[in-house]
């Protein structure tokens, strides 16, 4: 590609991102009121319409007339497709897919939630994941036409090919990249779904409106995301937020990451489930270890306590080089409130530089189940916010946020 053609179709994205910004903030506007408002001439006006209305990102629609019709064609208004799909994000977990559409007013319209087996395979994984946006796409009458880009989250160390991380640990994640992006004819990001789902809070959930957040996921694994200055961080090989592989103890067992004493090793719903075992009060499941520790159950009280203090520990130290202002806890042991959230806090505040004249908020994560996928259209938008326009690199959540829209429906 030439130059002048790259600088072309750079121009073309800003003006495009331009017309649909506007109909963002405005809603609905005649062809000329649309010219007058995004500067743009009329020529230019009209081609950059046409081909959004030919993609289905826009549709035409009569003005609202207060008095009676007048003979002849009604006046036309641009509005966006609320029901054509602009950007879809997608969270394949260890046993779950979660699927999410946001239309081109980039509202959420539609989520979608299955089983996912045989995960560790590419091409069933793959096939899974394309039948999921299908279904999603048939239940809510969703067009694809306007598709632009598919944000992907994945379990374990992940790297965006379109980063400069020199390595990728989950060698299948191309792979189901290639085949989403083949099927729906659209690029596809891919980032561990932890850290998208740090993105997600910090753009629509309890980190809004703060630009340092470290993101702490606890679950059967444990894995996290850090927001620093305003930006999702990455590292150098791609690992920064994998907060449930910060060794507590040297001399502990090993961890399938290669490491030894794991912090996932120690306090991940297996573990705790182990520990409640050994000390003889089974449990069947988070479920049951969650109910008999808030009826107060010894067993199950210490051991979620004493998970919580090594939790707080960890983040302790990480807070005492991050500085951040806030720490948020996506749990499942979270839900007892105070049993968790209270001992990690006291952890924070005694061990990360007390003597800073300083309070780092502790608080439960707020978007649930479909934080990661959620994040995968964050982590376009992210992209559209630092690139001028065009989703399909990180960015800032603020920017992301706005770009989303006051109108952007939490869930759907």
Known sequence: ??????ALQRLRGAHEAAVLGELRRSGALSRSELM???GLSRTTLFRIVSDLLERKAVVEQPTPQ????????????????????????IDLRRDQIQ????????????????????????EQAAAQAVAAVEELVRRESISLAPLQAIGLGLVGFVRDPASQVPHDMTPFAGQIAAALGERFGAPVRTDNNARLAALAEATWGAGRGLRNIVYLRWAHGVGGGLVVDGRL??????????????SCDPEGPPCHCGGRGCLEGAVSIPALLGACAARG????????????????????????????A?????????????????????????????????????QVAALSLPAAARTIAVRPATLGADAAARGGVALLLHTASTAGGHPAGGGDPASAAAAAGQGAVPGG
Do not use: Q, W
């Not at 699927?99 to 590419?122: D, K, M, Q, T």
């Not at 806890?329 to 049993?339: F, N, R, S, Y």
């Open 1 to 6: 590609m030439s130059e002048r053609t790259d």
């Open 310 to 346: 090594t939790v707080g520990r960890t983040l302790a130290a990480l807070a005492g080089h991050l500085d951040p202002e806030c720490i948020l806890i996506d749990a499942e042991p979270a839900a007892l409130g105070g049993l968790v959230l209270d001992h990690v806090a006291e």
């Open 99 to 122: 699927v999410v559409i946001a239309n081109c007013a980039h509202e959420f319209v539609g989520r979608y939630s299955a089983p996912l087996s045989r995960a560790g395979e590419p």
């Open 233 to 246: 961080v990455h590292g150098a090989h791609g690992t920064a937020g994998e907060i449930g592989h910060t």
């Open 36 to 38: 007058k408002r995004v």
């Open 281 to 308: 009060a089974a449990v069947a499941d988070a479920d049951e270890l969650t109910a008999r520790a808030a009826e107060g159950h010894p067993v199950a009280v210490e051991v979620v306590r004493e998970a919580a």
């Open 66 to 89: 207060d008095g009676p019709r007048r003979n002849g064609r009604p006046p036309l208004e641009i509005a966006l497709n609320a029901h054509g799909a602009e950007l879809i994000g």
